[in-house]
């Protein structure tokens, strides 16, 4: 059985750019969550992605948004990157919405 | 709102040396509560949980009793490895009044473990 991937493993932005990661969620799941991982912070809850409708929100702006496809994957878009926006980004998939969240290895995004 | 407070790091340890991490919550209605481990370069992984008062959850030696009078859930181990370093973070899923169960997260606390 494939875990939770996430894709890409490492990206470098400037300023302004805006950028799209990816995640396929474990077989069988239906849920996608998204969280950000500032350095030396726990993960904080960006949004949550149930049967392709958004299923709950943190505290972040409009500039970013989601998607979940068909087949459970899902994309988080960040728009006018700011600097405050390197991180590392979990996405974590589960069987629904109130089930034990599975997790990716994240994505490392930096912004010049 | 929702939080996890558990204690600063970093932690040093000598190998089979006994381990306590602190950490205690604030929530609404009756949160579950978890333990993730998050090694080197790895995303988190899920090492024990306790969804109701007093339930006590275990894992690789690993244990946490969720003490609902003092709102704490401190993980502790009898006898740490130089394997156990890594990043500990403590959570809470308070599902109560939403559909949806995010995951609110201490700041989480390095353990090395030297031999």
């Known amino acids: 059985e494939t875990g939770v991937t996430q894709s890409p493993t490492h990206l470098i932005k400037t300023r302004g750019q805006q950028v799209t990661l990816r995640c396929s969620s474990q077989?069988?799941?239906?849920?996608v969550s998204w969280y950000q991982q500032a350095l030396g912070q726990g993960p904080q809850f960006i949004f949550q992605?149930?049967?392709?409708?958004?299923?709950g929100r943190g505290n972040f702006p409009p500039r970013f948004s989601g998607l979940q496809f068909p087949n459970y994957s899902s994309e988080l878009n960040v728009n006018a990157l700011e600097l405050d926006d390197s991180a590392l980004y979990l996405c974590?998939?589960?069987?629904?919405?109130?089930?034990?969240?599975?997790f990716g290895p994240g994505t490392r995004l930096t912004v010049l | 709102g929702d939080s996890v407070t558990q204690m600063e790091g970093p932690v040093t340890l000598s190998e089979e040396a006994f381990l306590t991490i602190n950490c205690t919550y604030t929530?609404?209605?009756?949160?579950?509560l978890f333990w993730y481990v998050q090694y080197p370069g790895e995303g988190l992984q899920l090492l024990l949980k306790?969804?109701?008062?007093?339930d006590k959850g275990s894992n690789k030696g690993f244990e946490a009793t969720y003490r609902k009078e003092t709102t704490s859930f401190h993980l502790e181990k009898g006898s740490v490895q130089v394997s156990d370093s890594a990043v500990y973070f403590c959570?809470?899923?308070?599902?109560?009044?939403?559909?949806?169960?995010?995951?609110?997260f201490g700041k989480g606390t390095l353990l090395t473990v030297n031999p």
């Open positions: 974590a998939s589960s069987l629904g919405a109130r089930d034990e969240q599975f």
């Open positions: 077989s069988g799941h239906n849920t």
């Open positions: 992605y149930y049967r392709e409708e958004e299923n």
């Open positions: 929530a609404t209605g009756y949160p579950s």
């Open positions: 306790a969804t109701k008062a007093d």
């Open positions: 959570a809470l899923s308070d599902g109560s009044g939403g559909s949806n169960y995010k995951l609110t």
